[in-house]
């Protein structure tokens, strides 16, 4: 069969035709060589976001946008979504706008529900959140931040305003003059140094032996502290308190009149005896020496002893 010339010029006119549809689709973000489904997403505001910008899973690009419009009864955004990928994308799955970086511009992501079972199917419209991208959170960190300095310079400013009233030329001046003491001091600071390091290095040998000695001395201490630590000072101790808890156990045998001791300090009775004994002894001593011819009796021709005559006490305190 013979194809004419007319035919050839219509099939070409129909190439051209599906080949321009083609290609506008495909611009416009559809392919129509592909299967694919349609979803929407609502927004208060999409602003950095643009048609044909990429729908990414995860990060993998699985669609495109294809419009935005303005709806005039909510004043929302619509965004009409095309998902290539037959993963499946649960009801409760939300769709953000985000920002990958500081140049690509923001794009959409689907963050699927892998708990839900219920799929959405062509038409859906999601939930739609807005992601804070990274020039987001800068501008949140650096708007306190901010407000911090300009504070802070405030602060400054007064700060200075009022150093500048404190500082009359009579203040400036003492300033100066503090200042021209405090590098005078520092001057003579120096020149002191350098003249201790001059005794130091004088003296060097002089102290390389005090601390020989002091090292030495230090080894005795040491010494003396490895021999007081092999003394048996706690045994030492101990018998103390052993002594100490008899000395206390006889004090308390004296307190209650035990033995001869504890009776001599807590028997009024022995006290009286002895103190009449004492007495009686005094007297005897006294008579003793007023009459001792009644005791001592020496006599050639038997003479008769005198009678005794009991001394009284205020003689014996007169004598």
């Known amino acids: 069969m013979k194809i004419t010339r007319e035919i050839k010029t219509a099939i070409l006119v129909i190439a051209s035709i599906l080949l321009f549809i083609w290609g506008y689709s495909f611009l416009q973000g559809r392919d129509l060589l592909s299967s694919y489904r349609m979803f929407y997403v609502q927004y208060e505001n999409v602003e950095g976001l643009s048609s044909s910008a990429p729908v990414t899973i995860n990060g993998l690009t699985v669609g495109r946008i294809t419009k935005i419009e303005l709806i005039p009864a909510t004043g929302k955004l619509q965004v009409e979504i095309q998902v290539k ?38 038409g859906y419209t999601f939930k739609g959140r807005i ?62 140094s350098k003249s201790v390091n001059q005794i130091i290095d004088k003296n060097q040998a002089n102290i390389d032996g005090s601390l020989a000695n002091l090292n030495k001395t230090t080894a005795n201490f040491s010494k003396i502290s490895d021999t007081l630590a092999k003394a048996k000072i706690g045994q030492a101790i101990n018998h103390f308190e052993q002594s100490l808890k008899s000395v206390d156990k006889m004090m308390s045998n004296l307190e209650q009149g035990k033995g001869t001791m504890g009776k001599l300090l807590t028997d009024d009775q022995l006290y009286k005896n002895l103190n009449s004994t004492s007495t009686e002894l005094e007297l005897l001593l006294q008579d003793l020496r007023l009459n001792p011819t009644r005791y001592i009796n020496v006599s050639l021709f038997g003479k008769k002893n005198k009678p005794y005559v009991a001394p009284k006490p205020q003689d014996s305190i007169s004598n």
């Open 85 to 122: 990928s037959d993963f499946p994308i649960s009801k409760s799955s939300t769709v953000d706008i985000y920002e990958p970086g500081l140049i690509g511009g923001k794009q959409i992501q689907i963050v699927p529900n892998l708990q839900d079972t219920q799929l959405a199917e062509s």
């Open 131 to 192: 992601v804070p991208g990274l020039t987001g959170l800068v501008g949140e960190k650096l708007t306190p931040l901010q407000e911090k300095i300009e504070k802070v310079a405030l602060s400054a400013d007064v700060l200075l305003t009022n150093l500048n009233d404190v500082l009359d030329a009579k203040s400036k001046a003492n300033l100066r003059e503090s200042i021209a003491k405090l590098n005078s001091l520092m001057d003579e600071f120096g020149k002191a």
